[in-house]
């Protein structure tokens, strides 16, 4: 299959154009110097050109708090909402599938059940908001379409919380970390794959997609430092105390239940990605 990947050179992109190599897949990553998603000449001219079988849509705004910042709100909306758009408008011109990453922010965040995919959308934050659109423009363009939801992503080709929690380690002996936001991290390795699996298959809808199992980011934390200590002893001085949302204001706000409910995968065949604990096990043996 040709198969496009947007956000090529982003933590999910650069995953999935490795996974989509190493099963003889013909994958075009592209960037913003290869494709303007926001502007829709260029995503029909760079679409038309390549053809492709699938596109894997990673390109995204995902700086959280810069989003609700009045001057970037409209930026964040061209990118995740009319990026989108742009493509699934061609994904339906050209009859190709779309796999739309999205994000446990379209919803809410309140009680402590598992959200499910089918579950009512109510974003509390512009980045959500946004995603969410762009969620409603794959829902309104297409049939052959994967929503796949995500959270708490990490890769080892970009900014994430466990490189910024090594990073702090190495100069601090006392963290303090939010333990009232629960969820599930997201390595992008594993994540590549179900991604492709779903590309090549024919099974379209809504799905979560995360590892396996939940935590607060506190908890997420604690075994960050546990397990980087047996890599290098530098981090068995680090101790990591829990606090609040509250006592950590942000500008925009979290949602404090992230839990994501996965049955659909195995519903559907598709294998459900390991514990999150085994997945930054592998994630540390990469980056440190």
């Not at 494709?35 to 001219?45: H, N």
């Not at 849509?57 to 990026?83: F, M, P, S, Y």
Request: with cysteine; net charge negative.
């Amino acid at each position: 299959m040709k198969i496009l990947v947007t956000g090529a050179k982003g933590q999910l992109g650069y995953d999935v154009v490795n996974e989509l190599n190493k099963r003889g897949h013909n994958a075009v990553g592209v960037d913003i110097d290869e494709m303007d998603i926001t502007d829709g000449i260029s995503v029909e001219k760079v679409l038309s050109e390549i053809n492709p079988d699938a596109v894997i849509h990673c390109a995204a705004w995902t700086a959280v708090d810069l989003a609700e910042d009045e001057d970037k709100q409209e930026q964040v909306r061209l990118i995740n909402a009319g990026g989108t758009e742009n493509i699934a408008k061609m994904c339906k011109k050209l009859d190709c599938k779309m796999v739309y990453i999205s994000t446990d922010y379209v919803f809410d965040g309140q009680g402590t059940r598992p959200w499910e995919p089918d579950d009512e959308r109510n974003p509390i934050n512009v980045y959500g908001q946004t995603k969410y659109e762009g969620e409603l423009a794959v829902e309104k363009w297409l049939d052959k379409y994967f929503i796949v939801r995500i959270a708490w992503v990490f890769g080892v080709n970009g900014k994430n919380f466990i490189k910024t929690m090594l990073n702090l380690g190495k100069t601090h002996d006392k963290l303090t970390v939010v333990c009232d936001q629960t969820g599930s991290p997201t390595y992008t390795y594993d994540l590549s794959k179900l991604l492709v699996d779903m590309a090549e298959s024919e099974k379209y809808g809504r799905y979560h997609a995360t590892n396996e199992g939940f935590c607060s980011w506190y908890e997420f934390a604690c075994e960050i430092f546990m397990q980087a200590s047996e890599l290098d002893p530098i981090y068995k001085k680090v101790v990591v105390s829990p606090v609040s949302s509250s006592e950590y204001p942000a500008k925009a706000k979290r949602p404090s239940n992230s839990r994501m409910g996965k049955e659909k995968l195995t519903e559907n065949g598709f294998e459900k990605l390991p514990a999150w604990q085994d997945a930054l096990k592998r994630y540390l043996g990469e980056v440190m």
